[in-house]
């Protein structure tokens, strides 16, 4: 292998440090939707939190095999903890917050307030007619 990643005892100090996951958001109807990547990281070993109209999302991606005897020829994944807050619009029902871990991705799910949906307005003529 060509890609010596580090010498023994370099790669914890390396490999273990704060990182950013990916995150998307996105507005549809009735909620707000964020989305993270985190593969690797178990659902206990992470905390969403909403205060004062923010969501702090916070976690860890352990390291998962100690090479003490081994050779590492590569390490390019990031383990350690995360922390992203974010601030949510006006109108949230933060009671109502959902989340799902599945297959590396983390979806939480922020319904809206009824007054804060859209509303169709009619628009209404003149009565009289030309």
Do not use: C
């Amino acid at each position: 292998f060509e890609d010596m990643a580090t010498q023994k005892g370099e790669e914890k100090d390396l490999m273990t440090h704060t990182w950013a996951p990916s995150v998307d958001i996105y507005e549809t109807e009735n909620e707000v939707v964020l989305s993270a990547e985190i593969p690797g990281v178990d659902e206990k070993d992470v905390e969403i939190k909403v205060e004062d109209n923010n969501l702090t999302l916070r976690g860890e991606r352990k390291f998962e095999k100690e090479t003490k005897e081994e050779t590492v020829y590569l390490y390019e994944r990031t383990f350690g903890s995360f922390s992203r807050l974010f601030t949510l619009p006006e109108g949230i029902d933060a009671a109502h917050i959902k989340s799902e871990l599945k297959d590396g991705v983390l979806t939480v799910v922020i319904p809206k307030l009824p007054a804060m949906k859209p509303q169709k307005i009619e628009v209404q003529t003149g009565g009289e007619k030309h």
